[in-house]
């Protein structure tokens, strides 16, 4: 008989859910949201970056992403320019402000992932990670 909390579905959203809240009270305690600190990390990391791009890298709709950058602009972590080489685009740059937010919270996100992974072994890790990207490939295949 099926009993959901031996639905692997159902245990993973449950993990989820309190591994974000976990890192939502980290980096709120440094005055960030963990929507803003993925945005500045990818932003960061290829230096200009078009907001369809970003909601793909941050797998959120576009809608929600226009609605983030309009946020950030305001508070001056990012600035946008028009791409001259396709002028119907906007590329997102990280301002000073959002430089100097990032690479003072960028080390909030390893910290996390070693405090949630602490007397976990490697092996056990890495078989982890290749359990979920298989359970990943079946979930995209199923129509």
Known sequence: ???LEDCVSYVATNASKDLIDGFDRKLKNHGITRVQWTALYYIGKYQ????????TLMRIKESSTTGLVDRMVKEGFIKKKLNHYNRREMLLFLTQKGEKLRSDSIHLGQEY????????KLE???TFFMVLDKMKDNANMQE
Do not use: P
């Open 113 to 120: 992932s070693d405090f949630i992974s602490q007397g976990i």
């Open 1 to 3: 008989m099926f009993e």
């Open 48 to 55: 200009q970056i078009n907001q369809k791009q970003l909601s």
């Open 124 to 126: 056990d890790l890495s």
